[in-house]
C-alpha cells in the first residue's frame, strides 16, 4: 500500500507532494524509486518541518502509536483502513489529534471506487426511492499469499482477516444506508486446515437506526473458482427500485421493470498490474480528498469517527459471535 500511495502521490495528487518515505524493508528502494528521501526512523520524518502530514500504510496494530505521535509534532494524519485493531485505540487517535487540531481521516476506498461511489450519488438523488435492504458479499479463495514478506498478517494483534477485510463491508453498507449500526448478529469461524489465520468467514446481520436491514458473507476460503464477480458485491434494495454494484465491474439500475447499466469499471488485475491508474483511481481520489479537506479547511470527507465506527461493528461481531447473542451499539 506504501507502494500505491506513493505512485498516486507523485504521478496524480495535486496540492501536495511525496516528501520522504519512513518504515519497513522496502522503504528505501520505494523512495529511490520516487526520488525522495528516505528516514531511517519516523522520529525523524516527524521532525521535518517541511512534512506537513503524514500517509500511514503500516500493519494494523501499529496505527495507534504512529498516529498519536504525528499529532504530537502537529503532523496532519490519514491512516489507512482499519484505523486501529480496537474502539479504544481509535478514541486514543481521535483524542491526540483533536488535542493536537489536526486532521485525522480514514482510508475507506470502496466509497471511492467507481460503482459504489455512483451507488451512492443514485441513493441520494432518490433513484431506488427509500433504501430498505442492503445484501453484501467478499468472498475468495485465499486471504492473502503467504510468505516471508506477509508474515506480519499472521499476527494475532494485528486482528486478523475478518477486521482487515470487515472493515471494508461494514464501511461501505453504513454508507449506502446512510445510517449508524443498531445490532449486530454475527457468526465468525474458519474452516480450513491452515490456522494460522483466524476469522476467515464471517456471516453478519445488521439492523441500522434507520431501520434499514443488512447481511454480509465474508468468506477467504471458497473453493475454486469461487462464485463469479463476488469480490465486492452489494445489492441495496429500495422502495422503488434495486442497485446491484459490483465493485470491481458493473453497476446496474433495476427499476420500472427494466435493469439498465449505469457505469462498468474498467478491468485491471490488481495482483499482477498493483499500479494500473484504474485501480489507483479510489487510492489518490481519496488522497486527493485529504489534501483538499486541509487546505480549504473544510469538515473531513472520512474523519476518524467514521473509521471508529466500521472498527466497533467488527468488534461488536466477534463478541456476537462468541455469545451467541445479538450486541447492541454503541458498546
Same mark, same amino acid.
Not at 458479499?137 to 510468505?147: G, K, P
Given at each position: 500500500? @506504501?507502494? &500505491? !500511495?506513493a505512485e498516486g502521490l507523485s504521478k496524480f495528487n495535486k496540492r501536495a507532494k511525496l516528501v520522504a518515505i519512513s518504515g519497513g524493508k522496502r522503504a528505501p528502494g520505494l523512495a529511490s524509486a520516487h526520488n525522495v528521501d528516505y528516514e531511517e526512523s519516523y522520529d525523524k520524518l516527524l521532525s521535518r518541518p517541511d512534512i506537513d502530514a503524514v500517509l500511514i500504510a503500516t500493519p494494523h496494530a501499529a496505527h495507534v502509536d504512529q498516529t498519536v505521535r504525528a499529532a504530537e509534532h502537529g503532523k496532519h494524519v490519514l491512516v489507512e483502513k482499519p484505523m486501529a485493531t480496537s474502539v479504544e485505540e481509535c478514541d486514543k487517535m481521535i483524542n491526540a489529534c483533536q488535542k493536537a487540531g489536526v486532521y485525522l481521516e480514514v482510508i475507506q476506498t470502496l466509497r471511492f471506487r467507481g460503482t459504489p461511489s455512483r451507488a451512492k450519488d443514485l441513493i441520494d438523488q432518490g433513484a431506488i426511492g427509500e433504501v430498505r435492504m442492503i445484501q453484501g458479499?467478499? =468472498?475468495? &479463495?485465499? !486471504?492473502?499469499?503467504?510468505?516471508e514478506s506477509a508474515a506480519w498478517i499472521l499476527d494475532p494483534k494485528q486482528g486478523g482477516a475478518f477486521l482487515d477485510m470487515g472493515v471494508h463491508n461494514f464501511d461501505i453498507m453504513r454508507h449506502l444506508a446512510g445510517?449508524?449500526?443498531?445490532?449486530v448478529f454475527s457468526n465468525v469461524t474458519s474452516f480450513g486446515p491452515d490456522k494460522r489465520i483466524p476469522d476467515q468467514t464471517a456471516i453478519t446481520q445488521l439492523v441500522m437506526e434507520n431501520g434499514v436491514i443488512c447481511s454480509h458473507w465474508m468468506c477467504h476460503e471458497m473453493p475454486p473458482p469461487n462464485i463469479p464477480d463476488a469480490m465486492h458485491r452489494y445489492v441495496v434494495v429500495g422502495s422503488k427500485g434495486i442497485l446491484d454494484i459490483d @465493485? !470491481?465491474?458493473? =453497476?446496474? =439500475? @433495476?427499476?420500472?421493470?427494466?435493469?439498465e447499466l449505469i457505469? &462498468?469499471?474498467p478491468t485491471f488485475d490488481f495482483i499482477k498490474d498493483p499500479l494500473n491508474p484504474a485501480r489507483l483511481y479510489a487510492f489518490y481520489t481519496q488522497a486527493q480528498a485529504f489534501v483538499d479537506d486541509i487546505l480549504n479547511r473544510r469538515s473531513p470527507t472520512v474523519p476518524g469517527s467514521e473509521g471508529r465506527?466500521?472498527?466497533e461493528v467488527v468488534q461488536a461481531a466477534r463478541i456476537s459471535s462468541e455469545t451467541g447473542k445479538a450486541v447492541d451499539l454503541p458498546l
Open positions: 500500500m @506504501g507502494r &500505491t !500511495y458479499q467478499s =468472498l475468495f &479463495t485465499q !486471504y492473502v499469499a503467504i510468505d445510517s449508524d449500526v443498531k445490532r @465493485g !470491481y465491474g458493473k =453497476l446496474m =439500475l @433495476g427499476k420500472d421493470n427494466k435493469w457505469w &462498468t469499471q465506527a466500521a472498527v
